[in-house]
């Protein structure tokens, strides 16, 4: 009885105070990170070798064009990307999507393998769990093979997330002179030649250009006959499913009722 009456007054204090979401959304992302590490522990190569093997050799390996060492150091010329990096490089943390951009930029536009930018950012993270890092890495640099390619514009995310520039001239003050409609994208300003080239390097590549040839290359390959073949092994083995009670599924398992596949959850993001 007193059991109970405990579990009634916890009840009745996650309604009143709104706690049950929060502690929800908490115990989700414990089993999220928890499924990270045993995808990882299942296949240790994870950290070393493309999901989908039809990736391999896609990207170059060192860095003749600089890029990888402008990236980490917060000097790409493309303002957003740069103050998120000096962010995190000053701090040790930084929101998801942003992480997300960041790897996505190095990947799409700047054209870097995962294995080259994957150790910049571990280092930096002060939260670094390597099942959720490389996990993360090949999703976001799309070599998973069961993912929607996710190629952020770092202008687009900056004018939504940081539209006043508060944020980005904190970062990357050599932009002091930049008027705020161009702080975004200083090279359409008629005053660039006073500070790109000179306080504030130039874009590193021009990211329209970069970003088409980066879809056509991966788009690419997954046209290939056999990608689908693999493609399917990759989602038996690591995709992860949910029952209808949004818990985690353990596929090697007989159970009474099989619940419908849902496509949606078959999925690698966090």
Same mark, same amino acid.
């Given at each position: 009885m007193r059991?109970a ?8 204090a ?34 070393h070798?493309?999901?989908?093997r ?20 917060g000097?790409?010329?493309v ?6 990096m000096?962010a995190?490089?000053?701090?040790g ?6 992480r &997300?951009?960041l +790897?996505?930029?190095?990947? /799409?536009?700047l ?5 080259? *930018?994957?150790?910049?950012? %571990? !280092?930096l993270?002060t939260?670094y ?21 996710r190629?952020?514009?770092?202008v ?6 940081d539209p006043?520039g ?8 050599e ?13 359409k300003?008629?005053? &660039?030649?006073? +500070?790109l080239?000179?306080? /504030?390097p ?6 329209? *250009?970069?970003?088409?040839? %980066? !879809? ?15 493609a399917?092994a ?5 995709a992860?499913r ?8 353990n596929?090697?398992v007989?159970?009474?009722k ?13």
């Amino acid at each position: 009885m007193r059991e109970a009456a405990q579990a009634g007054a916890a009840r009745k204090a996650e309604n009143e105070y709104g706690w049950a979401q929060p502690m929800k959304s908490f115990e989700a992302r414990l089993a999220w990170r928890d499924h990270f590490i045993q995808k990882l522990e299942d296949e240790p190569g994870l950290e070393h070798r493309c999901l989908h093997r039809a990736y391999e050799g896609m990207r170059p390996s060192g860095d003749p064009s600089g890029h990888l060492a402008a990236w980490a150091k917060g000097q790409t010329g493309v303002p957003f990307v740069d103050a998120c990096m000096r962010a995190l490089i000053a701090t040790g943390w930084m929101t998801f999507r942003m992480r &997300a951009m960041l +790897v996505s930029f190095a990947s /799409y536009h700047l054209w870097l393998d995962w294995r080259e *930018t994957g150790p910049v950012l %571990a !280092r930096l993270f002060t939260d670094y769990e390597p099942g959720i890092h490389w996990s993360q890495m090949q999703m976001q640099s799309g070599t998973t093979g069961i993912n929607t390619v996710r190629m952020y514009n770092p202008v687009k995310q900056g004018l939504t997330h940081d539209p006043n520039g508060v944020f980005t001239r904190a970062w990357v003050p050599e932009l002091a002179e930049v008027p705020d409609h161009a702080l975004h994208e200083p090279w359409k300003w008629d005053g &660039a030649g006073r +500070v790109l080239g000179r306080v /504030y390097p130039m874009p590193r590549v021009d990211m329209v *250009t970069a970003g088409r040839a %980066a !879809r056509d290359a991966v788009w690419g390959v997954r046209a290939d006959a056999g990608f689908r073949r693999e493609a399917a092994a990759v989602v038996t083995k690591h995709a992860s499913r949910k029952d209808g009670m949004g818990r985690f599924v353990n596929d090697r398992v007989r159970t009474a009722k099989k619940a419908k596949p849902d496509p949606g959850q078959m999925s690698f993001d966090l």
